[in-house]
């Protein structure tokens, strides 16, 4: 399935179970009414970072929005630039409730994320080259092989240095749904 297709029908759903408006939609995820409307209306290409924003507004794994049906054939997510690509490397597993993304940032490319949920903890492993990660204040260098474990709760970026592109595997751990 087409990934803008997949998203749109994928945020429509999820505001029908809530039963929220565009605007209340907008309120819960710190994206603009008018993007989210152009995300539904498949107009608009979201970047990572609003993607992301857009999963912890609704409380909902970062891969949902990525469609997987076809694992032959798995999907290379970039944003409108394609400095930064995500790929899902398994399909989300209620139980064992983690998202493992293979992810390539172009020379010089940066991204920022958002704070995500609370309880959310990343796991950031360098496959080649080199990463530049900010976790709040703390800075990281990790080369090919090192890797950082996080609290995926405070704003943080990944930033790549060099004058090529690095390749790192991100596993995001996602905590129980609170009873
Ligand atoms: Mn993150």
Redesign the pocket.
Known sequence: MDIALHMASMLKTLRQEKGWSLSQAAAYTGVSKAMLGQIERQESSPSIAIL?KIATGFNVHFSLFLPTENHQQRPVFSGPAPQMTVEPLFPYDKQLRFDHFSIHLAAGASSQ?SA?DGGVI?HVVVIEGRLSLQVGDEWYNLRAGEGKRFA?DIA?GYYNPQDKSVHFHSL?HYPAPKA
Request: hydrophobic fraction near 30%; proline fraction near 0%; aromatic fraction near 14%.
């Open positions: 992301w994320s995500h990343e995926g943080h995001i």
